[in-house]
């Protein structure tokens, strides 16, 4: 097995000298496993159920694409457009999406387990009532997303933007804020108990709770 990265967060097992694959339209049920997959244009689709393994995916297009229930175990996403696509239900185990825009995008309900954001544009990203467990979201653009009930348990959010984002009904004990900007961001006393946040926030901690500073 793979260690683990300093930061807790198990990468991709991906073999090396991967196979370009010769994938052109996705379907029901379709599996794609061992491969890379460049610059591939799947927008507008709508399936269900496609699961991809160890693979490598680059400046591929899913704009607006409907992947339902779609699995990716192993896998690494670099410069892809899923802006506006829905994901509901997914399940990402031991994923990395580096530089991708993801505006709008719908993963409601899905799973994410070792997984890492990093240089994402994922405003009005919808995560409700997602699972999280050993995640970290780098450098991302989260302004206006939507994690209304999603369990965010010891999630990283390290120098990110949740400007104006939502977290009411989220579970939030241990998630680390403390490094990233949290302007407007909604919740309330008991979503933000445990959570982790730099002395420079707690003013705005103190205004989400409706407490006026003198």
Avoid at 22 to 28: I, K, V, W
Avoid at 109 to 126: H, K, L, P, Q, T
Avoid at 128 to 146: D, I, T
């Amino acid at each position: 097995m793979r260690p683990a990265a300093k930061d807790g967060i198990l990468p991709p097992r991906l073999p090396k000298g991967l196979a370009l694959a010769g994938l052109t339209r996705l379907e029901d049920l379709v599996e794609l496993s061992q491969a890379r997959l460049v610059e591939g244009d799947f927008s507008g689709i709508q399936v269900a159920g496609v699961l991809f393994e160890q693979v490598y995916v680059r400046r591929t297009v899913f704009l607006q694409a409907r992947l339902e229930r779609l699995r990716l175990f192993d896998c690494r996403l670099e410069g892809c457009e899923c802006s506006g696509a829905v994901w509901e239900k997914a399940r990402l185990r031991r994923v990395e999406l580096a530089g991708c825009r993801m505006l709008g995008t719908d993963f409601a309900e899905g799973s994410f387990e070792d997984v890492r954001f990093s240089d994402c544009i994922m405003e009005g990203a919808v995560f409700g009532l997602a699972g999280f467990k050993s995640v970290r979201f780098e450098g991302c653009n989260l302004c206006r997303a939507s994690f209304e009930g999603a369990n965010l348990v010891g999630v990283v959010f390290e120098g990110c933007d949740l400007s104006g984002s939502d977290l009411r009904g989220a579970k939030l004990a241990g998630t680390d804020f403390s490094r990233s900007t949290i302007d407007g961001m909604k919740a309330g006393a008991s979503e933000m108990q445990g959570a982790i946040i730099s002395v420079s926030q707690a003013v705005q901690v103190v205004g989400l709770l409706g407490v006026i500073v003198k």
